[in-house]
């Protein structure tokens, strides 16, 4: 079974995911990491900082996994492009994502990209299935977790919960070069 973490960057993924695969022993597959480690792209996007992930070399890479282990957490922003069983769809406040990214030190423009990837659903409108998706603005990742394991064992499906549009528009009309 295929669990996706996925949401805009700075969302809490990786967080959420460590607790969640620690409390049950479940395997976490970083994405970002895997593709990096394991030459899993094309090629690098040294403007953005960022790979072009071969998604055929990605999936054989997961399935070998797979091989070993039944449940793994895909935590990543396309991991919900990676044929989960379930996708949680994290969100989050973009001040809030703004302010992590920048400390990450990402440069303005792909801080810009990802708050308004947030603002325009991206990640919830690419993804597919069963989906469960939750605002974790000003949540701890206990409670957070404790939402998700609850939302897989009753195999519970929600989306459209949070609009980030009407407050945070003017981001989208931001450019910078
Ligand atoms: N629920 C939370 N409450 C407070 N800080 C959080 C929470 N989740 C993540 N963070 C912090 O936000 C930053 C980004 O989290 P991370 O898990 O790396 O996001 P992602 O994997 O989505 O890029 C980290 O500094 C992390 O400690």
């Known amino acids: 079974m295929r669990i996706a973490i996925t949401g805009t960057p700075g969302v809490g993924k990786t ?82 994502i703004k302010e992590r990214l920048e400390k990450r030190g990402y440069k303005p423009k792909k801080v810009l990209e990802n708050i308004q990837a947030e603002i325009l659903d991206v990640c919830l409108c690419e993804s597919k299935g069963k989906i469960y998706e939750i605002d974790t603005t000003g949540r701890d990742v206990e409670d957070i977790v404790s939402e998700i394991i609850e939302a897989i064992k009753n195999k519970k499906e929600r989306k459209g919960i949070v609009d980030w549009t009407e407050k945070y528009f003017d981001y989208l009309t931001l450019e910078i070069r």
């Open 15 to 96: 967080t959420v995911s460590k607790v969640l695969g620690n409390k049950f022993g479940i395997k976490v597959i970083d994405i970002t990491e895997a593709v990096k480690k394991h030459k899993l792209y094309t090629e690098k996007d040294e403007e953005m900082d960022s790979y072009v992930i071969d998604f055929e070399k990605l999936e054989n890479f997961i399935k070998e996994i797979e091989e070993k282990e039944k449940v793994i957490i895909l935590d990543g922003h396309v991991s919900h492009l990676l044929n989960p069983d379930y996708t949680i769809v994290l969100r989050c406040n973009p001040e809030i």
